[in-house]
């Protein structure tokens, strides 16, 4: 029910977008969100926003990461710019419903070379 696509190996620096697409009806959903996990460590949140637009950021990624929903396409993005070593992760999308329940999409790998 959700499909992520967009990761891949970057140079430092580097830019990619990551996509996230629902197949859930929009209007049932309340956050779309993506979170990483580094080999080693737990999952953490990346960024979220909810249906009014609202977002919220991981501090490491402010100012570099910018996550967007279209509603029309029932789809989730995070663009990532000026990429660091250290944003290698498994990226996984999550969507939260207005009953509070909330699914995973399948990761998508990130590999940021030095």
């Known amino acids: 029910q959700l499909q992520a696509s967009g990761g891949g190996l970057v140079q430092a620096g580097g830019s990619l977008r990551l996509s996230c697409a629902t197949s859930r009806n929009i209007l049932s959903i309340n956050v779309m969100g993506w979170y990483r996990q580094a080999p080693g460590k737990q999952r953490e949140l990346v960024a979220d926003i909810t249906s009014g637009g609202s977002t919220n950021y991981l501090d490491s990624v402010k100012g570099r990461f910018t996550i967007s929903r279209d509603n029309a396409k029932n789809t989730v993005y995070l663009q990532m710019n000026s990429l660091k070593p250290d944003d290698t992760a498994v990226y996984y999308c999550?969507?939260?419903?207005?009953?509070?329940?909330?699914?995973w999409g399948q990761g998508t790998l990130v590999t940021v070379s030095s």
């Open positions: 999550k969507v939260v419903d207005v009953w509070r329940n909330y699914y």
